[in-house]
């Protein structure tokens, strides 16, 4: 017995040396290669993301510039001659230059008139009724016969309010333009995004796919491992030797039985009878 345990002790070491040189190697290659795994599922997540990106800032470069050129301060270079902004460009100048006709013409003919009594009164009514819904009341009317200053003041107030009506308008027209620009790129990008959200969303099903598939990799190998170990203790289990007390056992219930009839032989006279038998201690008798 002593034999055979060193010897099942041996291979048992042996055995268990194999098994865990073979299931570290098998662990090593898994982590090897689910590492590897999870680095081109992030690179793959990051390249989606850089394209996302640099697709978003393709569509802003190509708008940004017409929306800039809208408005001639944000301008980095003059528009192309053959663009619609050169167009608008041109119909604002003229605007501006008609207003600039307009308004000198205001200016000689008010000029001529505050020349004559006649016509420095007809200066002041103009500009009173001009500017009647901004100013109000006789005084303001009599303010203006009275005083050449006011007027000409009224005058040049006027005149700035039609400048800046023209400003205004002209403004909104460019917010118009812009507005319509923006529109269009908000639904690029708007379309940029829900390629990018689908494309997405399909990438993280497969990598789910795959990290499910990893940790069933996990699950089988444990399994397998918890398999070859319980085989293991199987084949190496050694029980130690145990004595047979079935005739023991069975000695002591007829004992106990003997005693408890009254027919159990006192222990004196078992030694006689075992030394009787034995032939020990015997004496001569007269009849030998």
């Known amino acids: 017995w002593e034999a055979t345990r060193a010897l099942n002790g041996e291979k ?11 299931y570290a190697a098998h662990v090593a290659n898994l982590k090897a290669a689910q590492n590897s795994a999870f680095k081109a599922r992030n ?32 301008r980095k270079s003059p528009p192309h001659p053959y663009t619609e902004q050169v167009l608008h460009d041109l ?48 005084v ?24 800046r009506a023209l400003r205004q308008r002209q403004a909104q027209n460019r917010n118009e333009r812009a507005a319509t620009l923006k529109a269009a790129r908000r639904v690029e ?28 990799v996990w ?16 084949e190496f289990a050694i029980q130690e030797p145990r004595q047979d007390k079935g005739d023991q056992h069975q000695f002591y219930r007829d004992e106990f039985r003997e005693a408890a009839s009254g027919t159990a032989k006192p222990e004196r006279e078992l030694k006689a009878d075992q030394n009787q038998g034995n032939g020990a201690d015997r004496t001569p008798t007269p009849e030998n």
């Open 91 to 138: 119909q604002e100048s003229a605007e501006w230059k008609q207003l600039g006709r307009a308004q000198f013409a205001q200016r000689r003919l008010f000029n001529a008139r505050e020349r004559s009594l006649l016509g420095a009164l007809g200066n002041a009514v103009r500009l009173h009724y001009v500017a009647m819904r901004e100013r109000g009341g006789l």
């Open 219 to 234: 699950r089988q190998l444990a399994a397998e491992r918890e398999k070859v170990w319980s085989d293991y203790r199987k």
């Open 43 to 74: 690179a793959e997540s990051e390249k989606l993301w850089n394209s996302y990106k640099a697709d978003r800032k393709a569509v802003n470069d190509r708008y940004q510039p017409f929306i800039d050129a809208i408005w001639k301060s944000k």
């Open 140 to 163: 303001n009317l009599f303010k203006l016969v009275i005083s050449p200053a006011a007027r000409r003041k009224q005058f040049q107030q006027q005149q700035e309010t039609q400048k």
């Open 189 to 216: 990008l708007a379309k940029l995004s829900q390629e990018f959200q689908k494309s997405r969303e399909t990438m993280k099903a497969r990598h789910a796919t795959e990290v499910a598939a990893q940790k069933a």
């Open 12 to 22: 048992a070491k042996q055995r268990a040396a194999e098994i865990k040189a073979a």
